[in-house]
């Protein structure tokens, strides 16, 4: 009895997330904003990958830093003339879309451009709830080794775009990236794989394009991220 009763609990709860998260992905639309949900393990350089990426944007940056504590990352982006807002969790594991859709009511979102929301540190939490995003995009490394995609197959099944950072150490490594991508299209026959260096710069100035492509589409979007957990890719 008392696992039916968490079971339906759980469902109320990603339910009603899924409703908000919906009314957050149409009025970033309406006010001509990408969300992207920004997700990786500890350390994968998240904030290196936006700061990189902001560099090549010809549209306007937002940025909303999610972390279990502190505000380093929100501090070093301002720093930069970034802007940034802070939403601390202080124990939960992922962001939620409440979180984001109160975090967007204080945020003056004066031109159309591209909102990234840096997800918390983690690849299993973040993954099962959707928080109103266009793009589901996701950062692996190549010292995170290749067997993440078997890991953590939800991650990568989701995910819109795939950045693999850090190719510079490749040489370094003991990277095996065969079957990395073998892994990746096992669950993901389409989603863009994207090689990158957050020390060099390397393959930003395409993400970039992807991205600025994306938010150009922004009008004909269905909407159909939103609230979906098994989505199809277009």
Request: glycine residues 8%; hydrophobic residues 40%.
């Amino acid at each position: 009895m008392h696992d039916i009763k968490k079971i339906d609990v759980m469902e109320g709860v990603m339910d009603e997330n899924d409703h908000i998260a919906h009314h957050v992905n149409e009025y970033m639309s309406h006010h001509g904003i990408l969300v992207v949900n920004e997700m990786g393990a500890p350390g994968v350089g998240k904030t290196t990958t936006i700061k990189n990426l902001i560099n090549h944007l010809d549209i306007k940056p937002y940025v909303i830093e999610g972390d279990i504590e502190s505000d380093i990352d929100t501090q070093a982006l301002n720093s930069l003339g970034i802007e940034t807002h802070q939403i601390n969790t202080y124990g939960a594991c992922h962001l939620d879309a409440p979180m984001i859709e109160h975090m967007a009511e204080h945020i003056d979102f004066k031109e159309p451009g591209i909102l990234f929301i840096e997800n918390i540190g983690n690849l299993v939490c973040p993954a099962e709830f959707s928080i109103g995003e266009h793009i589901m995009m996701l950062i692996s490394t190549v010292t995170e080794g290749s067997d993440k995609p078997y890991k953590y197959p939800l991650a990568f099944e989701k995910a819109d775009i795939i950045i693999l950072n850090k190719v510079d150490l490749i040489p370094y490594l003991d990277f095996d990236e065969e079957f990395f991508m073998k892994g990746v299209r096992a669950l993901n026959k389409d989603v863009p794989v994207f090689k990158v260096s957050g020390k060099t710069g390397e393959g930003f100035k395409e993400v970039a394009r992807w991205l600025t492509e994306r938010a150009g589409k922004l009008e004909r979007h269905d909407h159909h991220h939103a609230g979906e957990h098994n989505h199809h890719h277009e």
